[in-house]
Every structure is written in C-alpha cells, then in structure tokens.
C-alpha cells in the first residue's frame, strides 16, 4: 500500500532554513508528482509546493515563494522541501502528499514550530 513517511522538522529559530524529506513506496514513485502540504492550528491544510514527475516545481503557496526549493530522487522514491527564513507563521505540520489512483494519500505529518 502507499506509506508516505516525513522527516525532518522540530523547533526553528525565525530565520533559519527548514530541511524535510519524504520516503515514498507503494507505488509508482518516479510517475506521480508529490506534494508538501501544511496545517496550522484552527486553519485548513494548504498546499506548500508541488514537484513535478520530472522534478520541477510547478506550484507552490504565495507565504513561501522565494523561500522555498524542492527536489525529488526517483531512484532512492524521495522527495525534499526546504524553506529558507522561517517565519512564525510556518509553524504547522508538515504533509507529504501523492494522489495515486484517484486518492490523495498523506504521510502522518512532521511537526516544525518556528518560535525564538
């Protein structure tokens, strides 16, 4: 079955740059694009950044852009996220996401607090 499982993640200083990484199976890892999605307390999920198949990133949230880079391992089923200059409002958990035949599917989610 597909298992999503993030790492990364924790307390941050404002400022500093935030490393995820996913590890897919399950599936056909290097013909589906993945996701990073976040969920803040009281808030809804939001996508964060989407990598393509091919590795570029096509979509990503207006609160991260410029900050953000995403990269994929087709070989080792990876997927990364970095984000540059934590703010406070990234404060969220953190999802790796994959729609596989016709579901979305979801990682159990990485906590990151963003808090001096």
């Known amino acids: 079955q597909v298992q999503l499982v993030e790492s990364g993640g924790g307390l941050e200083q404002p400022g500093a740059s935030l490393r995820l990484a996913c590890a897919a199976s399950?599936?056909?890892?290097?013909?589906?694009?993945m996701a990073w999605y976040r969920q803040s307390p009281g808030k809804e999920r939001e996508l964060v950044v989407a990598?393509?198949?091919?590795?570029?990133?096509?979509d990503s949230a207006d609160s991260v852009k410029g900050r953000i880079s995403v990269s994929r391992d087709n070989v080792k089923k990876t997927v990364q996220m970095q984000l540059n200059n934590l703010k406070p409002e990234d404060t969220a958990v953190y999802y790796c996401?994959?729609?596989?035949?016709?579901?979305?599917?979801w990682g159990q989610g990485t906590q990151v607090t963003v808090s001096a």
């Open positions: 990598i393509s198949r091919a590795g570029n990133a096509f």
């Open positions: 399950g599936f056909s890892f290097s013909l589906h694009n």
């Open positions: 996401s994959v729609v596989w035949s016709g579901r979305r599917y």
